[in-house]
Every structure is written in structure tokens, then in C-alpha cells.
């Protein structure tokens, strides 16, 4: 092994409630096959606000071969601010960046190159590049290797089944398990039911065209990829011995994609329950139309409490146009199904689609009071880079910085164009300063979209007796990295 250093940095999430509930596996993930060759570093800066300052100190004693970050879009701002405290403090350090946003935007950027356009992908992905030395999309486990060599390219893409560093479904068990010594694991808290959880991811991508949903042309994002179910359970048995967690959320995009997989890996759990001498409580997202009694009953026995589930919308026109492929009824139906097998549904809801109306909006709040999910939320769409809204939207005819997204069947949704390295308010709503939309249809215009997502939000609340969630104030450290654990080393854990 090199003595020479590779720091990984998971930049903070400042727009969420609360960062320290699930940890960044990707990158821990990456940072695991790193380790082999190399001393690594991380620096977990969730949930503290004073984020550029611990890296400079860092860097103040520590001159790593490369800095490794990730960011989804909502993080770009931070790690714009953690680029440019890299680049005053050490400016001939090697910048890596990757994560779902470069994966994204790379994804939109080369559709355009394709059709021979040149667009805000191209504008976006280009900023990108000022940004780092090597910008890494798709898988990163293998890419990165490439990424630290000295004569790296400045784009390395793994978005592609047909390249080597594209990890194939008989690939993935050879791969390690995140390493979340990397982190504090102790400063993650996160309960399901009472129990204390760490996540779990099982499979990779879904093969669905939601409208907007990122990724919908992206290999690694799209192409359904899972572990075997042996790996799973191991893991899962791993992460209870070692740090005593009953609980696991799956990350899953949708854990029922594969109905045979689902039950098998359900009956393992339950195995491993009995063998252990444990019961689990277990949360996961699923598709609805997939859903059926089978599932939810197997589900329960295995330890699921909670399950969440895209609805987005109560208007059959509004499924149509986001290309759910998913029915009201089937909507419906699936939270039946819950309920009947006492499952806990999460209803997750979103407006602001091709065509919206107040009258859509209003059949999603009507809904919502008429099926009783055990909780809920209503977003409002944002046109994130790699989603069909944002790929095949064109330039407005006469607004400037205003894409239109036209559906097959006529309806429009416009979007505002977004420096995402300038802002994040754009993602779920801040906990401060509200909600802002950056989308409008030919029935609403922003201020109004906000209106009725905050009326609906307060009325079913209300009707229902579901509490508002609550947020976790930032945490600031003062030159106390490796007391705090915002440092970890793998050299001090015996690695």
C-alpha cells in the first residue's frame, strides 16, 4: 500500500431538515476499494456550517495525492464554496468530483452532443468542468482508479454497459461493502419504530420513464442491477453485530421491481431473524402498481413497518403526462394493501407537472383526505439535468432562460433555467425561507403553484392529524476534527 493520501469529502446538505440521518454510501463505497492502494482520509462535513473552515484545516496539515468529493444537485453550491477553499489552500491538488449530478448532467450533456446541440446540458456540464481536474459519471468503484492516475483524462464516463468500468449485475458481489468506519456512525440517528437503523441498498437503478425523475437516459441510473441476495443478508447480519442496529432502511429506488427477488430476499430476512434471535424493523420504498397482497403480507412478517411510495399525483391526467404508468386505483389499491397488512405508508407527492392545474392539484389533496396515508409530502417538481422534462425541453420562443417541456399530448410545463452552483432552494422546500418554484404551466404561475402546495400541505395535515416535521439546527466545529469525528482516517483504524 502507497503512503501517499486520497481524501474523500461528502459535502454538506444544508437544505434538508436534518443531514445526520443517512450517510453517503457511494462514496464510501468508492473510498472502500481506495483503501486498498492508498491511506484515506475522509471528511464527513454533514450537517456543520462552518464546512469550509474544516477543510482548511485539514489542508493545513495534510497534503493529500487527490480530493475525491460528491454531490447531488441541491449540494452543488457547497461544493462549489469547498473547490475554491481547495484551490487557495493547495493549488496543485487533484480535484475529483462525481456523485448523481455529475452523472446526470454528463447524461444530458452527451444526449445533446448526439443530436448535435447545444444546449444547457452543454452550458452546465461545461461549468462542471471548471470545477475539477477529472469529473467521474456512473459507477465510481472502478472509474476512480483511473481517475488518481497521474495522466487521467479530464472525463472518465462508467455511464455505459458496454465499458469496462460499468459494473455488471455478476460484478457487484465482488465489490466491498461501503466502509462506514469511514464515518461517525454514531453521530447518524435514525429509528423505525423505536429501533435504531442504518441503510441498505440492494439494487441499483429502475427501469421506469417517470417524466421527472433523473437518469431516464442514463445506464447506470436505468439498468436494474441487483446484489445477490446472500450479500445482502451478510451485510445486513454485518452491520448488526457491528454496531447493534435492529433497523435498516433499504435505499432501493423501488424494492418491488422484481417480484421473485422481493420475496426471496424477504424470506432470508426472515431467516436470518430466527437464526439471530432478533426482530428487525425495516422501511423501503416500492412501486405501487407492482404492489399486491403477497408482497405486503411477506413484508410485515420480515420486520417492514414503514414502506414509501411515489405517487405524486391523484389526477389520472397528471399520471398520464409524467409517464408513471401507474392508475389512481392503482394508487389506491396499494395503500389498501398496507393498511390491511398494517404497514405504514408515507405517500410521497408532487406537483407542478406538464399541464397542472389547480383542479389536479386539488384531486391530489382530495386523495390524500380519502386514503389516510400515515404520513405524507407535496413537493413541487424541480427540471433536474438527466430528467425527460429537462432533456427534451426546448428554449422558449420569446421568454429568456425558459424551457418548455411539451407532452405528447399537448400539454407544457416550463422551467425557469437554474444555476444550480449559485442555488439549492429549489430542492423540496427551505425549512427557513419556504417554498420556490422555478416551474410554471399555462394554468399556473410559480407564486401560485406555492400557494396551493402550502394550502394542501396545511388542510390534509390538519384533517388528518399528521404533525409538520421538525428540523435539526447545524452543527459548527472549532479545530477539533479528529475529537469530533468529522475526520477519519483509515490509517487510525488499523487499515
Not at 3 to 14: A, T
Amino acid at each position: 500500500m502507497s503512503d501517499q493520501r486520497v481524501c474523500f469529502i461528502i459535502p454538506p446538505s444544508p437544505f434538508l431538515l436534518d443531514e445526520k440521518v443517512f450517510m453517503s454510501l457511494g462514496i464510501l463505497k468508492v473510498a472502500a476499494v481506495v483503501e486498498k492502494f492508498f491511506q484515506v482520509d475522509t471528511l464527513d462535513l454533514s450537517g456543520i456550517s462552518n464546512y469550509s473552515s474544516v477543510v482548511e484545516d485539514y489542508l493545513s496539515s495534510n497534503q493529500p495525492l487527490a480530493i475525491c468529493i460528491t454531490t447531488t444537485t441541491p449540494q452543488l453550491p457547497s461544493v462549489s464554496e469547498i473547490v475554491s477553499t481547495i484551490r487557495k489552500k493547495q493549488k496543485g491538488t487533484k480535484i475529483i468530483i462525481g456523485g448523481p449530478h455529475i452523472t446526470l448532467t454528463h447524461s444530458a450533456y452527451s444526449r445533446e452532443v448526439k443530436k448535435g446541440e447545444c444546449g444547457r446540458a452543454n452550458k452546465a456540464f461545461k461549468m462542471l468542468e471548471t470545477l475539477a481536474d477529472v469529473l467521474v459519471a456512473g459507477d465510481g468503484e472502478r472509474a476512480i482508479l483511473e481517475a488518481l492516475h497521474p495522466d487521467a483524462p479530464s472525463i472518465i464516463s462508467a455511464d455505459d454497459p458496454h465499458n469496462k468500468l460499468f459494473l455488471q449485475i455478476s460484478e457487484l458481489d465482488a465489490e466491498p461493502w461501503p466502509n462506514r468506519e469511514l464515518v461517525d456512525v454514531s453521530s447518524y440517528k435514525y429509528f423505525i419504530d423505536g429501533e435504531r437503523a442504518l441503510s441498505v441498498v440492494t439494487q441499483l437503478g429502475c427501469p421506469f420513464g417517470c417524466g421527472f425523475c433523473g437518469g431516464r437516459n442514463s445506464p447506470t441510473f436505468r439498468r436494474r442491477r441487483n446484489r445477490s441476495i446472500q450479500s445482502v443478508v451478510e451485510e445486513m447480519e454485518s452491520l448488526h453485530k457491528t454496531y447493534g442496529v435492529k433497523g435498516f432502511m433499504f435505499y432501493d429506488d423501488e424494492l418491488n421491481v422484481n417480484h421473485h427477488f422481493l420475496v426471496d430476499l424477504l424470506s432470508e430476512i426472515i431467516k436470518l431473524q430466527t437464526r439471530l434471535g432478533v426482530e428487525f424493523r425495516l422501511r423501503g420504498f416500492i412501486k405501487s402498481q407492482l404492489f399486491n397482497e403477497e408482497q405486503a403480507e411477506l413484508m410485515y412478517k420480515a420486520g417492514f413497518r414503514w414502506i414509501l411510495i411515489g405517487f405524486e399525483s391523484a389526477s389520472p391526467q397528471m399520471l398520464l403526462n409524467m409517464n408513471k404508468m401507474a392508475t389512481v386505483e392503482d394508487n389506491t389499491a396499494c395503500v389498501e394493501y398496507a393498511h390491511k397488512y398494517n404497514l405504514k405508508v408515507k405517500a410521497l407527492m408532487s406537483i407542478g407537472h406538464p399541464g397542472e392545474s389547480e383542479k389536479t392539484i386539488m384531486q391530489t389533496r382530495d386523495w390524500l383526505v380519502d386514503v389516510k396515508p400515515d404520513d405524507f409530502d407535496v413537493t413541487i417538481i424541480t427540471v433536474y439535468p438527466g430528467t425527460p422534462y429537462y432533456d427534451e425541453a426546448k428554449p422558449h420562443p420569446e421568454l429568456e432562460k425558459v424551457w418548455v417541456y411539451t407532452h405528447r399530448g399537448g400539454d407544457k410545463l416550463y422551467s425557469r433555467e437554474i444555476d444550480y452552483v449559485e442555488t439549492s432552494n429549489f430542492y423540496k422546500g427551505d425549512p427557513n425561507g419556504g417554498y420556490e418554484s422555478y416551474v410554471f404551466t399555462d394554468f399556473l404561475q410559480p407564486k401560485d403553484i406555492v400557494a396551493l402546495r402550502n394550502n394542501v400541505e396545511e388542510e390534509v395535515r390538519k384533517v388528518l392529524g399528521i404533525p409538520y416535521p421538525t428540523s435539526t439546527p447545524a452543527m459548527r466545529y472549532e479545530h477539533s476534527m479528529g475529537q469530533s469525528g468529522v475526520l477519519r482516517s483509515s490509517s487510525s483504524l488499523g487499515k
